[in-house]
């Protein structure tokens, strides 16, 4: 994307036009979440002030209009990530769609779903497979799993450069998984795994694979049929969308055999006092009132994405992030956390700087007006893993462009003198 889209494409976000005491605003957190384009604050309001109405329910116009809207994001969704329509159940965010996976599995494992939901269950002997990068959101769901079914816990490890070793994954994923939960992108590391090869191995032993797409649907064109993954989950707010919205895909007919987590209204076929019959997916997983204008306002973020291309999209932010990994570099006492090869990962770098705690370095950021993330950015075993407690983030997106990049490193390279942190 030459600069001249880039500052197109910057107009269309009115944060961006924020200062922050005195200095221009240079947002490189939009790994922690994206700003959002008018066209999505726009389809939230219009969605508010025009069509608001419960939907699935009624036969009155705002009901039908409002059911329309609600049906036609979804479709918009599933198109971007290349899923079919019923395939995408809405949730309020990756958490919740990940949870939604490992409680459906420990319902099956309580014998909830009946013979169809025979192929979720799983107890002592099985073994559910992460990696050492996830984010808590895909780890902690799969432990407590494993907590309530006596299930083993077992995780694909790192190499020192922050790639996932497979050295030893055809004895890590045996005979004996039943999951495979790993993340398409890093949040830290911004390493973008072979999705090919784990989900070939877990096709191999019959596992069903779980894909975090949280870091890749609103960077990389993304495409789950052709990932052949069982499993994905993604969050509205990091894809230029609103908060409180986001989403499980899953094939049709494991999500038709998965049994629901929450259960009531809307999700229904049939109740008697006695017993309840549940509704096709993804109505199965949909209890109760939805997010109506937030699943609206997402259904204008993935089409803004659309429209840009994602593929531009990707190539602009591997520009922006070779830019940051190349100048992190050049600063002495930083060391960067992940792949040094720009091409093995998206525009997002990680890094610790030597004798400086990453929240003086975040606060050192701010006041430059670089807003940065700074912990352990829900991944505390990997950070474990580099010998550290937190880091700091620069994370991009399609608005970033090379005055955030130089405004960034300039503030950067003055941290550990401010610090008296001198080598
Ligand atoms: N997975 C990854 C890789 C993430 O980066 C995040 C958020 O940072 C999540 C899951 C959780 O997303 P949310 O908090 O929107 O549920």
Redesign the pocket.
């Known amino acids: 994307m030459d600069p001249l889209e880039t500052a197109r494409v910057r107009g269309d976000f009115p944060l961006l036009e924020r200062t922050m005491g005195g200095s221009r605003l240079a947002y490189l957190d939009s790994?922690?979440?994206a700003q959002k384009p008018t066209c999505v604050i726009d389809a939230e309001q219009d969605f508010l002030t025009r069509s608001n109405a419960a939907v699935h329910r009624g036969a009155h116009t705002l009901a039908v209009e409002a059911t329309e809207a609600f049906e036609a994001a979804r479709a918009a969704v599933a198109r971007f990530v290349g899923a079919d329509t019923e395939e995408v159940v809405w949730t309020?965010?990756?958490?919740?769609?990940?949870n939604l996976v490992a409680y459906g599995f420990a319902n099956a494992s309580a014998g909830l779903g009946g013979d169809e939901a025979a192929r979720f269950r799983v107890g002592p002997g099985d073994t559910l497979v992460v990696t050492e990068m996830?984010?808590?959101?895909?780890l902690v769901p799969w432990q407590q799993l494993a907590a309530r079914t006596g299930a083993r816990l077992r995780w694909l490890p790192l190499t020192d450069d922050g790639r996932l070793d497979l050295t030893d994954l055809e004895t890590i994923v045996d005979d004996s998984t039943a999951v495979l939960a790993f993340?398409?992108?890093?949040?830290v590391l911004g390493t973008i795994n072979e999705v090919d090869r784990l989900v070939a191995r877990a096709r191999e032993v019959g596992a069903l694979t779980v894909l975090?797409?949280?870091?890749s649907a609103a960077h990389l064109p993304l495409d789950l049929h052709a990932l052949d993954v069982d499993f994905a989950?993604?969050?509205?707010?990091?894809m230029l969308g609103p908060?409180g919205i986001?989403a499980l895909y899953g094939r049709k007919h494991l999500l038709d055999a998965l049994p629901p987590v929450l259960t009531g209204g809307s999700m229904i076929t049939t109740v008697t006092m006695e017993e309840t019959r549940f509704l096709p997916a993804p109505q199965r997983f949909e209890a109760g009132t939805q997010p109506v204008a937030q699943i609206v306002g997402l259904g204008a973020a993935v089409e803004y994405l659309t429209e840009i291309g994602m593929d531009t999209v990707a190539m602009h932010e591997a520009a922006v992030g070779e830019a940051l990994l190349s100048g992190v570099r050049e600063i002495p006492g930083v060391r960067v956390l992940g792949p040094l090869d720009p091409t093995r990962r998206i525009g997002t770098v990680s890094f610790d700087v030597e004798g400086v705690h990453a929240h003086d370095v975040g606060q050192f950021l701010d006041s430059r007006g670089v807003a940065a993330r700074v912990g352990h950015?829900?991944?505390q075993p990997l950070h474990r893993r580099y010998g550290i407690t937190a880091s700091t983030r620069a994370s991009s997106a399609i608005y970033t462009d090379t005055a955030d990049v130089e405004q960034f490193l300039a503030a950067l390279s003055e941290v550990r003198a401010f610090f008296g942190a001198h080598a």
């Open positions: 790994g922690a979440t309020k965010n990756a958490t919740e769609a990940l996830e984010h808590h959101a895909n993340t398409h992108v890093s949040n975090d797409a949280c870091q989950a993604f969050s509205g707010h990091k908060t986001g950015h829900c991944a």
